[in-house]
């Protein structure tokens, strides 16, 4: 090897590695998303939705497959045979003048022979290619509507995830609202008890209080992690990538009782469609069974060149000879040992099973509207009231820590009001979350997520 080819060898070896540093050195991406958006990457990302894609593509070819068997086939073929001993052939001996009953050994042919041939095929009907054709808008209808229910089920999840982790930032916020009660009521706790106005009873028990609101604050951070952990797989995004969240939830966004409209249809859920769709499917195999007792007929032609040489040279000297011919073949079925009679009576039941599932879902359907609309309502009535209740809540709190400011009110009653207060916080967050979620199902299960 060249001192030169050493040379580039060694550069390319250098930015082979330097672009590799560089890849790997790039930073994790930043996505501020509200839902939507969210909702839109996951379309673009996720595992599950980019397999149905795939079956898209996957009956897309299936068509293709389809669609040439009703277009001509053409093939062709050349072959040269070098015969090294030519075939012997018996002729009577009586005609050469031998006696009856004898053969004479005689050698026919040319040691080399060749033959070049082209042949088309035109299939002119089959009543099941025929019934495959018709089916091939539905197939691929059949998979798209596949794809969408599979977004519209990760659509769900993710609205559900995403609006959990919104409201924990709600409860982060008023843990540390809390904490930073707390931490006020101890430094003012202490100053009550450097004048005798409190025992360390007192301290020791608000201490108790801050001490578990930080434990309670360090596990819904540690719950939050792992939620958008979970978000980001779900959203089939890299788990080194930075995810904000960026639209908020308040109780006025989920306040709308939409739930008296009662306006919806069977055919709005994309399961419903999906089924809709896999009966006529079926309806098309029944056809397709049934058609395959009617003859199919095809139409076939060939032209081919033959020559035949005692020496290697048929490219250079010599005739070559044609032979060409057009034919019809009809294939009648007659008996396939009651087969066909089997696949169409199968089909049937395929059908009749899938318009068993149609049934079955429209209950399915009508009930999960039903249980959304009651638990919508429910949980407005009860984030209505938990809201109330944590207003109360601080209410109480405020009056009991300006008793215990001047001496008035015990160390009892502010514990038990800002244990009251936690609860009610917690109560509301909870409700809010039901509700949102309650909110989430019914559009669901209307078809109108």
């Given at each position: 090897?060249?001192?030169?080819?050493?040379?580039?060898?060694?550069?390319?070896?250098f930015?082979?590695?330097?672009?590799?540093?560089?890849?790997?050195?790039?930073?994790?991406?930043?996505?501020?998303?509200?839902?939507?958006?969210?909702?839109?990457?996951?379309?673009?990302?996720?595992?599950?939705?980019?397999?149905?894609?795939?079956?898209?593509?996957?009956?897309?070819?299936?068509?293709?497959?389809?669609?040439?068997?009703?277009?001509?086939?053409?093939?062709?073929?050349f072959?040269?045979?070098?015969?090294?001993?030519?075939?012997?052939?018996?002729?009577?001996?009586?005609?050469?003048?031998?006696?009856?009953?004898?053969?004479i050994?005689?050698?026919?042919?040319?040691?080399?022979?060749s033959t070049?041939?082209?042949?088309?095929?035109?299939?002119?009907?089959?009543?099941?290619?025929?019934?495959?054709?018709?089916?091939?808008?539905?197939?691929?209808?059949?998979?798209?509507?596949?794809?969408?229910?599979?977004?519209?089920?990760?659509?769900?999840?993710?609205?559900?995830?995403?609006?959990?982790?919104?409201?924990?930032k709600?409860?982060?916020?008023?843990?540390?609202?809390?904490?930073?009660?707390?931490?006020?009521?101890?430094?003012?706790?202490?100053?009550?008890?450097?004048?005798?106005?409190?025992?360390?009873?007192?301290?020791?028990?608000?201490?108790?209080?801050?001490?578990?609101?930080?434990?309670?604050?360090?596990?819904?951070?540690?719950?939050?992690?792992?939620?958008?952990?979970?978000?980001?797989?779900?959203?089939?995004?890299?788990?080194?990538?930075?995810?904000?969240?960026?639209?908020k939830?308040?109780?006025?966004q989920?306040?709308?009782?939409?739930?008296?409209?009662?306006?919806?249809?069977?055919?709005?859920?994309?399961?419903?469609?999906?089924?809709?769709?896999?009966?006529?499917?079926?309806?098309?195999?029944?056809?397709?069974?049934?058609?395959?007792y009617?003859?199919?007929?095809s139409?076939?032609?060939?032209?081919?060149?033959?020559?035949?040489?005692?020496k290697f040279?048929?490219?250079?000297?010599?005739?070559?000879?044609?032979?060409?011919y057009?034919?019809?073949?009809?294939?009648?079925?007659?008996?396939?040992?009651?087969?066909r009679?089997?696949?169409?009576?199968?089909?049937?039941?395929?059908?009749?099973?899938?318009?068993n599932?149609?049934?079955?879902?429209?209950?399915?359907?009508?009930?999960?509207?039903?249980?959304?609309?009651?638990?919508?309502?429910?949980?407005?009535?009860?984030?209505?009231?938990q809201k109330?209740?944590?207003?109360?809540?601080?209410?109480?709190?405020?009056?009991?820590?300006?008793k215990?400011?001047?001496?008035?009110?015990?160390?009892?009653?502010?514990?038990?009001?800002?244990?009251?207060?936690?609860t009610?916080?917690t109560?509301?967050?909870?409700?809010?979350?039901?509700?949102?979620?309650?909110?989430?199902?019914?559009?669901?299960?209307?078809?109108?997520?």
């Amino acid at each position: 090897m060249t001192k030169r080819g050493l040379a580039r060898i060694v550069y390319l070896g250098f930015f082979l590695c330097v672009g590799r540093s560089f890849a790997i050195a790039q930073p994790p991406a930043k996505h501020e998303f509200t839902i939507r958006q969210a909702v839109e990457y996951a379309a673009r990302n996720n595992v599950q939705v980019k397999n149905a894609l795939l079956n898209i593509q996957s009956q897309q070819q299936t068509n293709r497959e389809i669609t040439a068997a009703a277009l001509p086939s053409i093939n062709g073929s050349f072959g040269i045979t070098d015969y090294l001993k030519l075939p012997t052939s018996l002729l009577p001996g009586e005609i050469f003048g031998q006696p009856a009953g004898t053969y004479i050994p005689v050698q026919f042919g040319t040691k080399y022979n060749s033959t070049a041939n082209i042949q088309v095929q035109q299939l002119l009907f089959d009543g099941q290619v025929f019934i495959a054709l018709q089916a091939r808008a539905t197939s691929i209808a059949f998979q798209t509507k596949n794809k969408e229910v599979t977004e519209e089920m990760i659509k769900t999840n993710i609205h559900k995830i995403y609006y959990q982790l919104v409201l924990s930032k709600t409860q982060i916020e008023l843990l540390d609202a809390n904490i930073a009660r707390l931490q006020k009521l101890s430094h003012d706790a202490t100053e009550l008890y450097k004048n005798g106005f409190a025992e360390k009873l007192d301290l020791d028990k608000i201490s108790v209080q801050l001490a578990n609101l930080q434990t309670e604050k360090t596990k819904a951070l540690n719950g939050i992690s792992i939620g958008y952990l979970g978000l980001k797989t779900l959203m089939g995004m890299p788990v080194q990538d930075t995810l904000i969240l960026t639209d908020k939830l308040t109780d006025e966004q989920v306040q709308e009782d939409f739930s008296n409209d009662t306006a919806y249809q069977h055919a709005d859920r994309k399961e419903f469609q999906y089924l809709s769709l896999a009966k006529k499917l079926n309806e098309y195999n029944i056809k397709r069974y049934q058609l395959s007792y009617i003859p199919t007929l095809s139409v076939v032609g060939a032209y081919s060149k033959n020559a035949q040489r005692n020496k290697f040279d048929m490219f250079k000297t010599g005739e070559w000879y044609t032979t060409s011919y057009l034919g019809f073949n009809l294939s009648v079925p007659i008996f396939d040992g009651f087969a066909r009679s089997a696949r169409i009576k199968r089909a049937r039941i395929d059908l009749k099973q899938t318009e068993n599932q149609l049934d079955n879902l429209k209950l399915t359907i009508d009930s999960e509207v039903e249980q959304a609309k009651i638990n919508f309502k429910s949980a407005l009535s009860t984030m209505s009231f938990q809201k109330k209740n944590m207003q109360l809540a601080e209410e109480v709190y405020n009056q009991t820590k300006k008793k215990f400011e001047v001496g008035t009110g015990s160390n009892t009653e502010i514990t038990a009001a800002q244990t009251d207060l936690v609860t009610a916080q917690t109560n509301y967050i909870n409700s809010l979350y039901s509700a949102i979620i309650a909110k989430v199902d019914y559009l669901k299960a209307t078809g109108k997520l």
